[in-house]
Structure formats: structure tokens, C-alpha cells
């Protein structure tokens, strides 16, 4: 009898282990393109009875970056952690800081953001669905998430995300670079190792979003494994839930076991 190939008996295993991540811990692939990314931010507006409000990621990242947002403006990086108040979008803070009728339509128009009722809510639904489609028809494509490969819309020019906004931003200096790559081996033989590139994230997450909390400044320090990935840690934090899918492991696994 011939001998199984021990890298063809690990890429089994890892085929396996993907079946089960996904059967169990997985709760965000199965978000349609067009929602995925959206966050339902109801931590007061559920206790007054009112509808949530619905913030889009794909909108507003087609416009600035990550870090102008989870940097400067503090948003949280998990889902109802802000504890945005009327208040705060008045004195400019959060969605204020944007929504003044200059940089975007103004806090006045309340019900561009707080649906009226649930068939409103659904009619804005409906309305989100058409502009997603509009935008994506000129975007480099991709499989999963927003079906957009974001990475590539910057690089082609079809989206410029201001990474600056004055009055709330330091006046930028020159930009912080590293383009340190942080390769990584998995725990499981057999199944290509992770590059993570420093140039390709700082461009929409500078270094804050990711340090000194989720990640040590010290080459292999971090612990981290595929499991609390899909729990929506470390990578997981951004990778299932905002940035590309977690479906799509050979962009993480991508380089070749030598042999
Ligand atoms: C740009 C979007 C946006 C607009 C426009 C907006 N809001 Fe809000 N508002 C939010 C978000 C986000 C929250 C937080 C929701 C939550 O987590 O429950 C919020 C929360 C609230 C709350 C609950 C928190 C609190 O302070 O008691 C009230 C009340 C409220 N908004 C009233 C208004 C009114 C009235 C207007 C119009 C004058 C308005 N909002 C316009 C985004 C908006
Ligand atoms: C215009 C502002 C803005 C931009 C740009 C933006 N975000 Fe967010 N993000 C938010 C808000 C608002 C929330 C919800 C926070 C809350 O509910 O307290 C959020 C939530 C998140 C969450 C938590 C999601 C969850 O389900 O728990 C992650 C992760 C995240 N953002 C990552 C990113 C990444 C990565 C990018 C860039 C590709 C990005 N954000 C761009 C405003 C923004
Ligand atoms: C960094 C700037 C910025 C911040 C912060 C921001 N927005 Fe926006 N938003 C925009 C711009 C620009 C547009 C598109 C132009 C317009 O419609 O005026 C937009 C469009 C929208 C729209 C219409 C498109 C859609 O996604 O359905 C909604 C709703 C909205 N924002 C909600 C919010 C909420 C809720 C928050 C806070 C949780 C927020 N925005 C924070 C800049 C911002
Ligand atoms: C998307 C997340 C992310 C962003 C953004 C990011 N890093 Fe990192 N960084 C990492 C990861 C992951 C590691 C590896 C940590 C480990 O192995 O424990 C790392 C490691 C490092 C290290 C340790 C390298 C060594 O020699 O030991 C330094 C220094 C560092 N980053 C600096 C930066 C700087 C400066 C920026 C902004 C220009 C930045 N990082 C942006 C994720 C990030
Ligand atoms: C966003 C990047 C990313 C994606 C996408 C990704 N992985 Fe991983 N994977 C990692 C990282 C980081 C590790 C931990 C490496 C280490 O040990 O330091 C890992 C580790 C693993 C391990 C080793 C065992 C363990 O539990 O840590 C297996 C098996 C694995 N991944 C399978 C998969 C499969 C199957 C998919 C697709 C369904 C996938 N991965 C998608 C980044 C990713
Ligand atoms: C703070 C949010 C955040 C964290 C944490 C994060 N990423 Fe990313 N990553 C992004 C964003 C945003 C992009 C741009 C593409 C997109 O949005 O789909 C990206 C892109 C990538 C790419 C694509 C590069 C290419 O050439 O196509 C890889 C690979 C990747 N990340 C791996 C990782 C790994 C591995 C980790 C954990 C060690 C990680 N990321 C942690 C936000 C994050």
C-alpha cells in the first residue's frame, strides 16, 4: 500500500479543522456583502425603545482610513464600547465630528441615522443596498466580505482615504513607516506560514490601532492561535468582522512550506 504524502495528510487535517472552526465558532460569514462590516450600535437607544442606528463600515472606509477614525476620533474597536450620546454629536465628538453639514450632512437630520420606526428602518435597509451595489460596480472584486478588494481599490486610485481632519488631527508630520514584515510558522506542520506585512497595514491603520494593546512590540511575544482568531481576537479583531473574511486563509497562510 502506498504511503500518504505527510504534507497532503496535514493539508486533511487543516481542511478539518476549517469544517469545525466554521460549524462552531464562525457567526460573521454568513454577512451578505453589503452588510458586512455593518455595526448595530443600540447601547442607549435600545433601553429608550428606539430603533438602532446602523453605522456602515464599507461607506465610510471607502473614505478614510481606519485609524483617522479608531485613532482620533476614539471609536471603539468593539461593537457598542463608544457609548455614543446625543450630546457628544453636538459638541463635535464621534459622528459630529463629520456630520456638521460641512464634512457630511449635518446632526440635524436625525432620521438619516435614527430610522422613524421599523419600516423606515427597513426602507433605509433597502436604500444602503442600492448605493453598496452602485460603489461596487467600479471596485476591484474580490470573494469574500464586501466582495471589494480594498487593498487594490487604493492602489488602482478608485478610493483615496483622507487620513486627516483638521482642527481634530495632529498636523500630519512625516508618516510613521515600517515595513517590517512579521512572518509567523502555524502550529499545525504541513500548513503554509503567515506573512503579516507591516507596510501593507500601517496604510490604513497607522500603528495605534494595533499597539501597544493587541499586539506586543516584540517579534513572536503574542501567543495567538487560530481558534481565539475566529473568536475575534487579535487578527480576528479586524479580519472576519471588517477587513477581508476569515474564509479566505491563503492570504494569511500564503507562503509555501519549503519541501
Ligand atoms: C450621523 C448620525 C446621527 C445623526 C444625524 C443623529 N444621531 Fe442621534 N445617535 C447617533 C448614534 C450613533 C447614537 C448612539 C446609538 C446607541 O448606541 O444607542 C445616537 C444616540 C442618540 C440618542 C440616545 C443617546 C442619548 O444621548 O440619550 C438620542 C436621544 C439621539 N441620538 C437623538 C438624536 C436627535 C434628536 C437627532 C437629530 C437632532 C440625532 N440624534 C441625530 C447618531 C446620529
Ligand atoms: C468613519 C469612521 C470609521 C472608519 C473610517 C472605520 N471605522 Fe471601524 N468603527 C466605527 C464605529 C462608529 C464603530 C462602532 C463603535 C461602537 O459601536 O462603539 C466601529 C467598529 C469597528 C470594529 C468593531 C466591530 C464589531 O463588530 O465588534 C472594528 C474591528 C473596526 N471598527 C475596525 C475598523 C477597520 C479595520 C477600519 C478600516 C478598514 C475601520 N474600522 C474604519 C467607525 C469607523
Ligand atoms: C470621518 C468622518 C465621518 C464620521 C466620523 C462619520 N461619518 Fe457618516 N458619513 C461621512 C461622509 C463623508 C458621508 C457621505 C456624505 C454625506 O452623505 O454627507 C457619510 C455618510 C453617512 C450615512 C449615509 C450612508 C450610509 O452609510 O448609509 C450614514 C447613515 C452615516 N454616515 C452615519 C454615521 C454614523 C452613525 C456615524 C457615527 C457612529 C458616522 N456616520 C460617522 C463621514 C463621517
Ligand atoms: C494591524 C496591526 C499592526 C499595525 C497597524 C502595526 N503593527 Fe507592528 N506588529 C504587529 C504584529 C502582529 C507584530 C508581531 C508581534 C508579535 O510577534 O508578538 C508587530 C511587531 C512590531 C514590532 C516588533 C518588531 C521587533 O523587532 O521585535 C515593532 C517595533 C512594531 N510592530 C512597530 C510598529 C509601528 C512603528 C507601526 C506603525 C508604523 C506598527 N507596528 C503598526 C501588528 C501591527
Ligand atoms: C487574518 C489572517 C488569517 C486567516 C484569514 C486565517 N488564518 Fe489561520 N492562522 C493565522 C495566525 C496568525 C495563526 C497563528 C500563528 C501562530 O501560531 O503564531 C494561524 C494558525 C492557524 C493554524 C494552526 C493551529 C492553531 O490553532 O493555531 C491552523 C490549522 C489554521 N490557522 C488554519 C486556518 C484555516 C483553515 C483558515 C481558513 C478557514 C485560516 N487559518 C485563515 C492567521 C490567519
Ligand atoms: C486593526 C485591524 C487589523 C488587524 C488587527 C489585522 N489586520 Fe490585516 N488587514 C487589515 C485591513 C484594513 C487590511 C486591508 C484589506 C481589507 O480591508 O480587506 C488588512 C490586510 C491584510 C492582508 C492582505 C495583504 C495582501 O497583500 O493582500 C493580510 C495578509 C493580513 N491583513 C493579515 C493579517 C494578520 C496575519 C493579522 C494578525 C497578525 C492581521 N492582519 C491583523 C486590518 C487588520
Not at 44 to 57: D, L, M, N
Not at 167 to 185: C, F, H, M, Y
Amino acid at each position: 500500500m502506498q504511503k500518504i504524502p505527510q504534507k497532503a495528510f496535514c493539508i486533511g487535517i487543516a481542511v478539518f479543522m476549517a469544517i469545525s472552526f466554521y460549524g462552531t465558532e464562525q457567526t460573521q460569514a454568513a454577512a451578505k456583502s453589503y452588510e458586512f462590516g455593518n455595526v448595530t450600535m443600540n447601547h442607549a437607544t435600545k433601553s429608550q425603545g428606539g430603533e438602532p442606528v446602523i453605522f456602515r463600515h464599507w461607506s465610510h472606509r471607502s473614505k478614510y482610513t481606519c485609524r483617522l477614525c479608531h485613532v482620533d476620533l476614539e471609536f471603539s474597536q468593539v461593537a457598542n464600547e463608544t457609548g455614543v450620546l446625543e450630546e457628544d454629536n453636538r459638541a463635535g465628538m464621534f459622528c459630529g465630528a463629520c456630520h456638521n453639514g460641512k464634512e457630511a450632512f449635518a446632526i440635524d437630520n436625525c432620521t438619516a441615522c435614527h430610522p422613524k420606526n421599523k419600516q423606515h428602518a427597513k426602507e433605509m435597509e433597502r436604500q444602503a443596498k442600492r448605493d453598496f451595489q452602485k460603489l461596487r460596480k467600479n471596485m476591484p472584486p474580490s470573494v469574500y466580505g464586501n466582495k471589494i478588494d480594498w487593498m487594490q481599490a487604493e492602489v488602482d486610485g478608485k478610493i483615496t482615504p483622507k487620513d486627516f481632519l483638521p482642527g481634530i488631527s495632529l498636523q500630519k508630520t512625516a508618516k510613521l513607516v515600517n515595513k517590517r514584515d512579521e512572518p509567523r510558522t502555524p502550529a499545525l506542520p504541513g500548513l503554509p506560514d503567515i506573512i503579516f506585512s507591516h507596510s501593507k497595514h500601517v496604510v490604513w491603520n497607522g500603528c495605534g490601532m494595533c499597539h501597544p494593546d493587541t499586539f506586543a512590540l516584540e517579534t513572536g511575544k503574542t501567543k495567538m492561535s487560530m481558534k481565539e482568531i475566529t473568536q475575534g481576537k487579535f487578527c480576528g479583531r479586524c479580519h472576519g468582522t471588517i477587513a477581508f473574511a476569515l474564509n479566505d486563509c491563503s492570504r494569511c497562510h500564503s507562503k509555501p512550506i519549503s519541501q
